[in-house]
């Protein structure tokens, strides 16, 4: 799912640059109209964390309101409160082509840790580590609180958020503030000495070059000096690779992305395992820290090679139209009515919907002949989502892994992960995306909380003293679990 950078950008005589569409009153009314029309025909977990009578109370709060609107980004807002009662992680709303930040960005790199903005690079003369107080006079906790409605995620889980905000915070920031050319930051240093400083925006370009240099991505704790080739292997790699940790017997498998060619990754994760076996290999983490989801066969073929027993990811699948609403507005899907929702769904009929009782990937859900028989490790994250979650579900649910980390993205009880719609709003041009099939998982657990993502065994996160220092702190928990 693409965001769509814009072209038009409007100056005003201050440092803070006005960047939206003016539309009228019947326009926003139409768009909010085939918004809600989307959401009411085809959404598959509508009600599941908000109340129908609330969320159409919300819906008829939003609609006397329409009148005291008047651009685009203020109808994305009145969206994005809906949206964000119905807690759905794949349900995205992307703001049209009128906020033009490829040219002033926000140009620091930030990491979140308990709440709290931290500097991730030293880039201009500001320590890596120094704790952001204040933004053009903002305080940092009203801005991470105003932030927190642009980033999705299932149910009440937050540490996707986290991920996400600080992942697109130049974007968000100038969503919710308008495009800015300077920024004062407010900042204390590690040592705990205050300091302030006017920093230009600078390019999309320029900042996401910089990205690279994140002490939160350990490039130090690898000893790897080159940092713009240890992004590309180890952060933006997408296809699975594996490295050895010799003195310990072990290897450390990353998969970053469960999306690609099902053959293509079939073939790799072989030869891979076959390398891990050929070595006699006693201990196995695989990192899917950054892995966002992608086909969730991949994520089974995975797990079949870690597996001693035949395996289950989903109990049932549900859909609430055996039609796409609003098919008018439709830029782009992947769904064939007729083989997808018709055939698959039409004679299982239930109330308010068509549930289809078993999962069609349950027959390759089988331990591998060349499967690993060791001890498993997996490393989680918040941006571990969709199929990504799925497989730590799968970890979490066996007593041959250990989940180790930060709770998933990903959704534990369900999610809404397939047969995607795009939309493109007539009037305002907002992007919308929805999954119309609901994945019920297959769970052992069932004291987990509702709306929570899928939990670790062992709790570990980064600290600030790891950001400063660039220790990769849930790797090092297992090489020094596995050392004694």
Request: aromatic letters at 14%; glycine letters at 6%; charged letters at 25%.
């Amino acid at each position: 799912m693409k965001k769509i950078q814009s072209i038009v950008l409007f100056y005003i005589l201050t440092c803070t640059l006005s960047a939206q569409k003016g539309m009228d009153s019947l326009s926003i009314k139409k768009d909010f109209q085939i918004f809600e029309n989307i959401l009411k025909k085809g959404h598959p977990s509508l009600y599941t964390y908000v109340d129908e009578e609330i969320l159409d109370s919300i819906f008829e709060t939003t609609k006397d309101n329409l009148s005291t609107i008047t651009s685009d980004i203020e109808l994305y807002k009145k969206m994005l409160v809906i949206t964000n009662q119905i807690r759905d992680g794949h349900l995205q709303l992307f703001f049209p082509n009128t906020i033009k930040t490829d040219q002033y960005y926000f140009p620091l790199i930030l990491k979140l840790i308990n709440e709290k903005f931290y500097t991730d690079t030293d880039d201009f003369g500001i320590p890596i580590g120094s704790k952001i107080n204040r933004i053009n006079g903002k305080k940092a906790s009203r801005v991470f609180e105003k932030l927190k409605k642009y980033a999705t995620t299932d149910g009440y889980n937050l540490t996707r958020k986290y991920r996400e905000i600080e992942s697109k915070f130049g974007l968000y920031f100038a969503y919710e503030y308008g495009i800015n050319k300077e920024f004062i930051i407010e900042y204390t240093e590690p040592n705990g000495i205050s300091k302030n400083s006017t920093i230009p925006a600078e390019s999309f370009t320029k900042v996401r070059r910089r990205d690279i240099n994140r002490n939160s991505y350990f490039a130090k704790y690898h000893k790897q000096e080159n940092n713009f080739e240890f992004f590309n292997t180890f952060i933006n790699n997408k296809a699975p690779f594996v490295f050895y940790k010799k003195e310990l017997n072990t290897a450390i498998l990353v998969v970053n992305s469960f999306d690609g060619d099902v053959g293509i990754f079939k073939s790799r994760i072989t030869k891979i395992f076959q390398e891990i076996n050929k070595k006699k290999i006693a201990n196995l983490i695989i990192d899917i820290r950054h892995n966002n989801g992608g086909f969730r066969s991949n994520a089974v073929c995975l797990y079949s090679f870690i597996t001693h027993n035949v395996f289950k990811q989903v109990k049932n699948k549900y859909v609430a139209s055996l039609t796409i609403p609003e098919k008018k507005y439709v830029t782009r899907t992947f769904i064939n009515e007729k083989e997808f929702l018709k055939d698959k769904y039409n004679n299982y009929p239930i109330y308010d919907g068509w549930k289809v009782l078993f999962d069609d990937l349950e027959v390759i859900m089988v331990p591998h002949k060349n499967r690993f028989k060791g001890t498993v490790y997996v490393l989680t994250g918040g941006a571990t989502f969709s199929a990504g979650a799925i497989f730590a579900l799968n970890a979490k649910n066996s007593t041959n892994s250990t989940l180790i980390g930060e709770e998933t993205g990903g959704g534990y009880y369900f999610s809404n992960s397939d047969l995607p719609v795009y939309y493109e709003l007539p009037n305002s041009k907002i992007i919308m995306a929805m999954y119309m099939e609901k994945f019920n998982h297959y769970i052992k657990d069932k004291t987990i909380t509702k709306g929570s993502g899928i939990p670790p065994d062992r709790h570990i996160t980064l600290s600030i003293d790891d950001l400063i220092s660039g220790k990769d702190p849930e790797l090092d928990y297992v090489f020094r679990l596995i050392g004694g």
